[in-house]
């Protein structure tokens, strides 16, 4: 899912070498001829060995935030709801994969971090899951992998937390189910529920299907098997489970299976059908999916808040040209209404002022001001924030009068209830308004395998990973999003510099199809290109590094392109605004004005999911919503026209200098005949 783009031309040569390597890898495998790296149950044996040496619990206060990980498990303390505890996770530098084993729980209000050490801990894990209830933690599986990703080991161990002495202590009860990862669990009333997963047996990877719940009264397993003939979803981990009133969501998912040609490779699978599990009589339903659902995405995370549930992040991987493949990370989020099995996406929304409407004119007029490098204030056919909405939907030729699409929103949508939401806040106008500079917009990058929980109206989102180019970042910031007024992303902790090691051999395979791809670019690549290549080089490895906002990895920071990875930008930043629905997203060269005519009814059913207002109130949710996405995606519009026009005016000048160099040749050979 994470690899990245395979050259074109290549991906012969380069396929026949990594199935050669994988095949030395099984033949290692297989006859146990392991580095010491690579001896799992040495390495696990020397960590239950430092384990025994604990002898009393150790509480470090106010110490460093967790290094960067991903695949760990966060969860609200039931005792204190403002607390976070964190357990586990991986990191991936390029060459090695740490697991980790370690404690952690986060003071929200205070800030501050403590680090628990504990005898007869559970062993370092990924991939595992953890519910609280009362004041226990309760832990099951996961995974834990060599640091050359060679074995891989699968938990069914069950571990009790309690979490007012800090002391674990393993349940070891049987028909517990099989050792696995990438399953996921829940709690209902006094039951844990735990569904699918898959483990790795070397030879094969197994999904499974299969439905297990924990009493947590009696402390005893039981296996729900489906009856004959009934609805049962199919075998998959990497999905989403979430509890409301009397039912089980379980939404997407990753499977692999076998291709059809009958050869040794894996198709992929990514689900995106949603189910309803009923824990009184353990009975599935298909659920349809109403609204404006997500498409289909891997490793997205979803917690519930009151009657709805949210969705955040995700990848698609995709082909954009040729076998060229490109990996996308998602940083939007959607709402799910439990209530209606409705989906909506869920847009921040601006502050609204309380002030007159004399002072909310000349703030209006100052955010113009302030906004013109992206909007032409002078252009007829654009319109800004100083353009009072009333008199701008006069001059709009509204295909459905606006009580009506008021009274079709009414009609078609049940909504809950929750404030409207949009992407930016209004400036303040106290300063001159030419040296104004608009507050940036707070948002998490884009994500997979973070961890997202709800507590005290507050949504907290940790971790995860994603990639840039051709390296894996792992994350390890912590944003904030209150879920009563839905206005802006804050960051509480910022993402540090993860470390990267490449491997030699990837380094020397990169380098040679390089240096093929150069030479086919042939006359058009100068000494000019080069030059930028090494000054931007340093450029590119201090920029991955940064973890701002997923518009500016899109956008990137670069004036100066290589020819090749312009292209490859390009149909990036294409690919990136094509997976969003067309009525959300502008198109290149579309105006504000043009873009709200087009939009506006998705935009006021959008804002009514949100609000119910009707009328001119729903009118301005719906501008609000309208303005704020297309100030988003504005700069990456504005960077995909320049990026066209330069590689437009680039092979105009290469067709140029071809026929130059013809028009030699064909006189060369005149003269010899």
């Known amino acids: 899912m994470g690899k990245k783009t395979k050259k074109p031309g290549k991906g012969k040569e380069k396929t026949e070498r990594k199935t050669a390597k994988a095949e030395e890898k099984r033949a290692r495998r297989e006859s146990k001829k392991l580095s010491p790296e690579d001896d799992i149950d040495a390495i696990l044996l020397s960590i239950q060995r430092e384990e025994a040496k604990k002898k009393e619990v150790h509480v470090e206060e106010n110490v460093p935030a967790p290094s960067p990980r991903s695949n760990c498990s966060l969860n609200i303390n039931p005792l204190k709801e403002t607390e976070l505890i964190l357990y586990g996770g991986e990191f991936y530098n390029g060459n090695k994969t740490f697991v980790y084993g370690d404690l952690y729980r986060y003071d929200v209000e205070k800030q501050e971090w403590k680090l628990i050490s504990s005898p007869s801990s559970p062993p370092p894990r ?10 226990y933690l309760y832990l099951f599986g996961g995974e834990f992998t060599s640091p050359n990703q060679e074995r891989f080991h699968h938990y069914k161990d069950f571990w009790m937390l309690d979490l007012k002495t800090n002391q674990w202590e393993q349940i070891n009860l049987k028909g517990c189910p099989s050792p696995r990862s990438g399953h996921r669990m829940v709690l209902y009333k006094h039951k844990i529920v735990i569904f699918g997963g898959f483990y790795d047996t070397l030879r094969e990877v197994r999904y499974f299907n299969d439905l297990h719940v924990f009493d947590l009264d009696q402390f005893k397993w039981q296996e729900i098997k489906p009856r004959p003939g009934c609805m049962w979803p199919s075998t998959r981990s990497g999905f989403q489970f979430f509890v409301f009133q009397d039912e089980i969501f379980l939404y997407g998912g990753y499977s692999k299976e076998s291709a059809s040609d009958k050869s040794s490779s894996e198709k992929g699978n990514v689900h995106s059908d949603m189910w309803s599990l009923d824990p009184r009589t353990w009975e599935w339903n298909k659920v349809k999916k109403g609204g404006m659902p997500p498409g289909p995405r891997a490793g997205f995370s979803m917690c519930v808040h009151k009657k709805r549930a949210l969705l955040f992040g995700g ?5 954009v040209e040729g076998d060229v493949m490109m990996s996308l990370f998602l940083n939007e989020l959607y709402g799910f209404q439990l209530d209606s099995h409705r989906w909506y996406p869920l847009e921040l929304r601006k502050g609204k002022s309380t002030k007159s409407k004399v002072k909310k004119n000349s703030d209006q007029q100052c955010n113009g001001l302030n906004e013109n490098s992206q909007v032409d204030m002078e252009d ?13 939907e006069e001059e709009v030729d509204m295909e459905n009068d606006i009580d009506e699409i ?23 106008c106290d300063t001159d308004p030419q040296t104004s500079i608009p507050p940036e917009v707070v948002k998490p990058c884009g994500r997979i395998n973070s961890c997202m929980v709800v507590g005290k109206d507050t949504l907290y989102l940790y971790g995860g990973m994603m990639e840039v180019r051709d390296r894996e970042v792992t994350l390890d910031d912590l944003y904030t999003l209150n879920l009563s007024k839905l206005d802006e992303w804050k960051c509480i902790i910022p993402a540090s510099e993860s470390e990267w090691l490449e491997l ?25 290109d080069d030059g930028d290549d090494e000054e931007e080089t340093g450029k590119d490895d201090a920029k991955s590094l940064e973890m701002g906002d997923a518009v500016a990895i899109l956008k990137g920071e670069k004036k100066n392109l290589r020819r090749k990875e312009k292209r490859g930008r ?20 579309e105006s504000l004005r043009d873009f709200y005519k087009r939009t506006n009814l998705y935009w006021q059913m959008a804002a009514h999911e949100h609000t119910q207002h009707t009328g001119k109130e729903l009118r301005k949710d719906g501008f609000d919503l309208a303005e704020a996405r297309y100030r988003e995606l504005k700069p990456i519009l504005d960077e995909l026209s320049i990026l ?10 290469g067709e140029t200098s071809s026929r130059k160099r013809g028009n030699k040749k064909n006189k060369h050979q005149t003269g010899q005949r």
Do not use: F
Request: with cysteine; proline share 4%; hydrophobic share 25%.
């Open 126 to 135: 990924s991939a595992h899951q953890a519910v609280a209830w009362k004041n």
């Open 315 to 319: 990848v698609v991987d995709m082909e």
């Open 380 to 392: 007829p056919e654009t319109i800004g924030s100083n353009v009072n909405l009333d008199t701008y």
């Open 406 to 428: 008021s009274h079709h929103i009414t009609r078609k949508v049940t909504v809950g209830g929750c404030t409207s939401v949009s992407n930016s806040k209004p400036l303040a």
């Open 504 to 528: 030699s051999e990837d380094e020397d395979e990169d380098e040679d199809e390089s240096e093929d791809e150069e030479s086919d670019c042939g006359s058009n690549s100068d000494e000019t």
């Open 570 to 589: 390009i149909e990036q930043i294409r690919a990136s605004l094509g997976l969003s629905d067309s009525q959300r997203t502008p198109m290149p060269g």
């Open 644 to 653: 066209e026009a330069e590689q437009k005016a680039e092979e105009e000048a």
